[in-house]
C-alpha cells in the first residue's frame, strides 16, 4: 500500500470529475486517510461527492485567502491526527474577464484575485500546515499544474497566474526543505473538470493534446494525473522537490503535432 497509515488533506474536490476527487479516491484505495476541504457555497456540493468515496472523509471549510481558516483548519487537524504526512493543493481561480482572450484589457483587481487564489494560496497552504508536516518528518506539498511556458490561447491571466505557481513552488521548497519537507507540482494535460468549462476555447486544448502527445491523451480520465500526485505523496520519492512533473501524455516534449 503505497500511502499506508498516511494521513492527507486534499484540496479542491468539487465534482467526481475533479482530480483532486480521483487523489482522493486513490489515496484511500493506497491505505492513507483523507480530509477534505470546501467553502462557502460550494461546501455542500463537496461534501455530497465526499459521500461517494470509501469511506465518506469529513470535509472542512476553508478559503485560503482568510487566514482565519488556514489557522481553524490547522487547530482541527491537530486536535484529529499526531501529525500531517500530505496536503494536495488543487486551488485555482480566475474572474471571468482574466480569461478568454481580453488579456490587455483585464483590470488589476482581476489579476490580483487571479494571482492570490491560484498563486500566493500554495505558499499560505504550505507555510499554515509546516508544523504539522515536520511533525511527519516533513511530509509532501503537491499542487496541481498547467503548463506554462508558452501562452494558451483564452488561458490568459490564469497562465500568468501559473508561471507564478511554478516559481512560487521553487521558493517554498527551499523554505521548507530544512524540515524534510517535499514540495513539488503535477503539470497536467487538459481534462474536462469544473475549472475548465470556465475556459472558452478548451476545444483547443483537447484537439491540440490530441495530435501532441506521444502517448495520447483523454481528458475524461483525470486517474492518470491522480496516479503521479500520490506517487509524490508517497515516501518513494524521498530526494525530489522543487519539481515540475508532466502527466500529460508527453505533449510538453514534442514541438510539433504528431499526427
Same mark, same amino acid.
Given at each position: 500500500?503505497?500511502?499506508?497509515?498516511?494521513?492527507?488533506?486534499?484540496?479542491?474536490?468539487?465534482?467526481?470529475?475533479?482530480?483532486?476527487?480521483?487523489?482522493?479516491?486513490?489515496?484511500?484505495?493506497?491505505?492513507?486517510?483523507?480530509?477534505?476541504?470546501?467553502?462557502?457555497?460550494?461546501?455542500?456540493?463537496?461534501?455530497?461527492?465526499?459521500?461517494?468515496?470509501?469511506?465518506?472523509?469529513?470535509?472542512?471549510?476553508?478559503?485560503?485567502?482568510?487566514?482565519?481558516?488556514?489557522?481553524?483548519?490547522?487547530?482541527?487537524?491537530?486536535?484529529?491526527?499526531?501529525?500531517?504526512?500530505?496536503?494536495?493543493? /488543487?486551488?485555482? =481561480? @480566475? %474572474?471571468?474577464? +482574466?480569461?478568454? *482572450? #481580453?488579456?490587455?484589457?483585464?483590470?488589476?483587481?482581476?489579476? $490580483? !484575485?487571479?494571482?492570490?487564489?491560484?498563486?500566493?494560496?500554495?505558499?499560505?497552504? /504550505?507555510?499554515? =500546515? @509546516? %508544523?504539522?508536516? +515536520?511533525?511527519? *518528518? #516533513?511530509?509532501?506539498?503537491?499542487?496541481?499544474?498547467?503548463? $506554462? !511556458?508558452?501562452?494558451?490561447?483564452?488561458?490568459?491571466?490564469?497562465?500568468?497566474?501559473?508561471?507564478?505557481?511554478?516559481?512560487?513552488?521553487?521558493?517554498?521548497?527551499?523554505?521548507?526543505?530544512?524540515?524534510?519537507?517535499?514540495?513539488?507540482?503535477?503539470?497536467?494535460?487538459?481534462?474536462?473538470?469544473?475549472?475548465?468549462?470556465?475556459?472558452?476555447?478548451?476545444?483547443?486544448?483537447?484537439?491540440?493534446?490530441?495530435?501532441?502527445?506521444?502517448?495520447?491523451?483523454?481528458?475524461?480520465?483525470?486517474?492518470?494525473?491522480?496516479?503521479?500526485?500520490?506517487?509524490?505523496?508517497?515516501?518513494?520519492?524521498?530526494?525530489?522537490?522543487?519539481?515540475?512533473?508532466?502527466?500529460?501524455?508527453?505533449?510538453?516534449?514534442?514541438?510539433?503535432?504528431?499526427?
Amino acid at each position: 500500500m503505497l500511502l499506508e497509515g498516511k494521513h492527507l488533506l486534499v484540496t479542491g474536490v468539487l465534482t467526481d470529475a475533479s482530480i483532486a476527487y480521483s487523489v482522493a479516491r486513490l489515496a484511500q484505495q493506497q491505505g492513507a486517510e483523507v480530509v477534505l476541504t470546501g467553502f462557502g457555497r460550494g461546501i455542500s456540493i463537496t461534501r455530497r461527492v465526499a459521500g461517494r468515496l470509501d469511506p465518506p472523509p469529513d470535509v472542512l471549510e476553508l478559503d485560503v485567502t482568510q487566514p482565519e481558516h488556514l489557522e481553524r483548519v490547522a487547530g482541527e487537524l491537530t486536535a484529529r491526527w499526531d501529525r500531517l504526512d500530505g496536503v494536495v493543493h /488543487a486551488i485555482g =481561480f @480566475a %474572474p471571468p474577464s +482574466a480569461l478568454g *482572450g #481580453g488579456f490587455l484589457r483585464t483590470p488589476w483587481s482581476d489579476v $490580483a !484575485t487571479a494571482v492570490q487564489v491560484s498563486t500566493y494560496s500554495f505558499a499560505a497552504l /504550505a507555510a499554515a =500546515f @509546516a %508544523p504539522q508536516l +515536520a511533525k511527519a *518528518g #516533513g511530509g509532501s506539498v503537491v499542487g496541481l499544474d498547467f503548463d $506554462a !511556458t508558452v501562452a494558451w490561447p483564452s488561458y490568459d491571466w490564469m497562465g500568468v497566474a501559473k508561471a507564478g505557481l511554478e516559481s512560487c513552488c521553487r521558493y517554498v521548497a527551499r523554505d521548507l526543505g530544512e524540515q524534510g519537507t517535499r514540495v513539488n507540482l503535477v503539470a497536467a494535460g487538459p481534462l474536462r473538470t469544473m475549472a475548465a468549462k470556465s475556459i472558452s476555447g478548451f476545444d483547443e486544448f483537447d484537439a491540440a493534446w490530441t495530435k501532441r502527445a506521444p502517448l495520447g491523451w483523454d481528458v475524461t480520465d483525470p486517474e492518470p494525473v491522480a496516479r503521479v500526485v500520490c506517487a509524490l505523496l508517497s515516501d518513494w520519492t524521498p530526494a525530489v522537490t522543487g519539481e515540475i512533473v508532466h502527466a500529460d501524455g508527453g505533449a510538453h516534449a514534442i514541438g510539433a503535432d504528431l499526427r
